[in-house]
């Protein structure tokens, strides 16, 4: 399933410090919700902050009411600040950040047709992570022997990313191609990460240890 996903204006994702124990989405309409979100590690894992800061700044472009291109121009900067003063260490989210802000840039067109493209250039991140995810899935899947156990730590599943998982998009691939596998998931901190490892496997339907 999609961790993060655009739907008119609102951002939907889950809050992931509410894992394992319950399942809250969070519906995200500003660009300040977006930046207490990332803050707070309601949002967190490198690919995905990438796709919400991109989403962050699509949200400032959406509910912008500049009267001039140079105005949401400045609007979208303003919105691009918050979100990386966040997670200053976190390189995704300042790419993802600058991605669409130089996208916004580029437009030669009027004030919707930069709003239109700031939008689409967050969407094709978002679209772009889940094809990786799943290429690096398939590719990966081949080093998984049928009966293997597999130790891994911390979070890079598919709640780290729009879709699918890193390494255990890895397991993942595996598995649906039949492989019959066993994987420890142990203990991070300071949420406890390897307890969401465990909520994703056992979604997936996983064989799954947890230490």
């Known amino acids: 399933m999609r961790m993060i996903q655009w739907q008119n204006g609102v951002v939907i994702t889950l809050d992931q410090t509410k894992l394992?124990?319950?399942e809250v989405t969070l519906e995200?309409?500003?660009v300040e919700q977006m930046a207490e979100a990332i803050k707070t590690l309601r949002v967190r894992g490198a690919p995905l902050l990438g796709a919400a800061a991109g989403f962050g700044v699509a949200l400032a472009a959406y509910h912008s009411k500049a009267q001039s291109k140079e105005k949401l121009l400045v609007e979208?900067?303003?919105?691009?600040a918050i979100i990386k003063r966040q997670?200053?260490?976190a390189?995704?989210?300042?790419w993802g950040t600058d991605r669409v802000l130089n996208r916004a840039r580029s437009v030669s067109g009027n004030i919707e047709?930069?709003?239109q493209a700031v939008i689409l250039e967050a969407q094709k991140i978002a679209d772009e992570d889940a094809a990786q995810n799943r290429a690096i899935g398939k590719n990966g899947s081949v080093l998984i022997e049928d009966g293997d156990t597999i130790l891994t730590h911390c979070n890079a599943g598919e709640l780290a990313t729009v879709e699918y998982g890193t390494a255990l998009g890895v397991v993942r691939a595996a598995w649906e191609q039949g492989k019959k596998i066993k994987v420890i998931a142990d203990e991070?901190?300071?949420?406890l990460q390897g307890s969401e490892l465990?909520?994703?496997l056992t979604i997936q339907k996983l064989t799954t240890k947890k230490n």
């Not at 979208?76 to 691009?80: F, K, R, T």
Request: hydrophobic residues 40%.
């Open 76 to 80: 979208l900067e303003d919105a691009g």
């Open 113 to 115: 047709a930069v709003k």
């Open 188 to 191: 991070t901190r300071p949420l």
């Open 91 to 94: 390189v995704n989210l300042f």
């Open 20 to 22: 394992p124990l319950q």
């Open 198 to 200: 465990h909520w994703q």
């Open 28 to 30: 995200i309409k500003t």
């Open 87 to 89: 997670r200053p260490t």
